[in-house]
């Protein structure tokens, strides 16, 4: 496996957690074509990294991946035979982790991954673009990865064994390791991570229909955690199965995991998407007494949107002033939502329509955002661009009801 292979190497970053204290612009291209444009084989970030793709036939225009799924489509879109994905990913309070997976692309097949911790100095974004070169040419060289492995042997965690072997690239070897381990373990042993690395060795396999029966099989009494629902939850999404089916993972999971921050966090975003902001809070009231001390960024996001949307106009913009002016935490996509909402109901339209596209380029692209920046373009008497940024969330993916039937609404005016 040569570094840059056929016609090079499409190159996705993902924070899904928002493990990173800044924001960039998550997808990145690695390989020859890049290489023969630009003279350089860096990694880049953000302006950039666009000027050097704006250099590429075909990639002017193609804005930032926030999943797998997306990046595997524009790999095919610049004719890259491979895929290096970079997972990044909190462990604990401080900790972080970065997971590299090495991608056929079409058809899509996992063929290598590693997970390697993110020093603390390499959590900036300059830091972070030296750490992940090294890193990934270190990781397309197969005798530099092989030499640096440990060998697998017995392991008192069967979960820790199995993902021995991922990190390695070696699938097979861990499915087999696996199944075998699965058949003959007593249900006491099949521990939370156990069943973790089993379900992410069946999605590297590409084995979909045993992931999912494995799944809701765990779900209803085997060993979890919160990495497992969101491990599930994440397949079931880029499977496309309804967002009740996601839903439900959140809530059952919850019912089992009564201190687990992240479903927490997850299914109070959902009650505010849903219309129920003040459950969102009475949620929030009691996991703060039950949970005291500082919320991280995820938590802050849903007070400061479920006040929003409740109607707290003052203590939400108080909240955004201390803690997300100051502090820069409007990350999640909830929060974003919120403020442009906010800053909507207080007729600053420009102001919204200036930081929702620039949201949209910078790659948080998602329903909510369009039809925000199409509120701001009709209030702004401008329908021609409402009906143009309209047509462009339907392309992309995100036709609800509601842009719809706007676009159809202009499009019936001669728009």
């Known amino acids: 496996m040569s570094r840059f292979s056929g016609t090079g190497v499409f190159f996705g970053l993902f924070d899904p957690e928002h493990a990173l204290p800044f924001d960039e612009s998550w997808s990145l291209f690695l390989g020859d074509r890049l290489e023969a444009a630009s003279g350089s084989s860096a990694l880049l970030f953000g302006e950039r990294l666009r000027q050097k793709i704006s250099l590429i036939e075909g990639t002017t225009n193609l804005s930032p991946c926030r999943d797998v799924r997306c990046a595997l489509d524009r790999a095919r879109i610049v004719q890259a035979r491979y895929l290096l994905t970079a ?93 075998r381990l699965s058949s003959t373990l007593p249900e006491s042993k099949k521990t939370a991570e156990f069943n973790l690395a089993l379900l992410r060795t069946y999605r590297a396999s590409g084995l979909l229909v045993e992931a999912r029966k494995l799944v809701s099989s765990v779900m209803k009494n085997g060993a979890i955690n919160s990495d497992f629902v969101l491990e599930a939850a994440n397949m079931y999404r880029s499977q ?7 839903r439900g993972l959140y809530y059952q999971g919850l019912m089992r995991l009564p201190d687990a921050r992240h479903l927490w966090g997850k299914v109070m975003e959902d009650r505010i998407w849903r219309g129920h902001p003040r459950q969102a809070l009475s949620m929030l009231s009691k996991y ?108 992309k993916g995100f036709a609800s009801d509601w842009i719809k039937n706007r676009v159809l609404a202009l499009e019936a005016k001669g728009y």
């Open 87 to 179: 997972t990044l990913r909190r462990e604990g309070k401080s900790k972080r982790t970065v997971t590299l997976g090495y991608w056929a692309v079409s058809p899509p097949k996992l063929l290598q991954s590693l997970t390697r911790d993110l020093p603390e100095s390499d959590q900036k974004s300059r830091d972070l673009a030296i750490f992940l070169d090294r890193l990934a040419k270190d990781f397309l060289n197969p005798s530099a990865v092989q030499n640096g492995a440990k060998s697998v042997g017995p392991d008192t965690n069967p979960g820790s064994a199995v993902e021995k072997l991922l990190d390695q690239g070696q699938v097979d070897q861990a499915l087999r390791l696996g199944e």
């Open 240 to 246: 496309g199965l309804s967002a009740e089916k996601v």
């Open 288 to 395: 703060t007494q039950t949970h005291p001390g500082e919320l991280d960024d995820r938590m802050t996001g849903v007070y400061y949107a479920a006040n929003v949307f409740s109607g707290n106009s003052q203590k939400a913009d108080a909240l955004w002033t201390k803690e997300y002016t100051s502090r820069k935490h409007h990350r999640t996509l909830l929060a974003r939502h919120a403020w442009l909402y906010r800053q909507a109901e207080e007729g600053h339209l420009r102001k919204v329509q200036s930081k929702a596209q620039n949201w949209i380029r910078a790659g948080f692209e998602s329903e909510a955002i369009y039809r925000d920046l199409m509120v701001a373009l009709g209030g702004l008497g401008e329908p021609i661009e409402e009906v143009r940024t309209g047509r462009e969330a339907i392309r």
